[in-house]
């Protein structure tokens, strides 16, 4: 069985500028994907759901 991914535009990327990713959080497997909008072929990060909530955590304060 696979999972097709959908890709959503982070809230913090801007649609001129040159910083934009895109994220996608799997539904067979607890994982958050992370690419550049701008590359979809390029390879893409890939979290493990306590990996990617302990990454928010340490940045979420320092926004």
């Not at 934009?20 to 550049?36: F, G, K, N, Q």
């Amino acid at each position: 069985m696979t999972s097709t991914l959908e890709w959503f535009k982070s809230s913090y990327s801007s649609t001129d500028g040159p910083d934009c990713v895109e994220v996608a959080i799997a539904s067979l497997t607890p994982a958050v994907h992370v690419r550049d909008s701008k590359n979809y072929e390029a390879a893409h990060l890939t979290f493990a759901d306590a990996s990617w909530t302990a990454f928010i955590g340490a940045v979420g304060d320092k926004t």
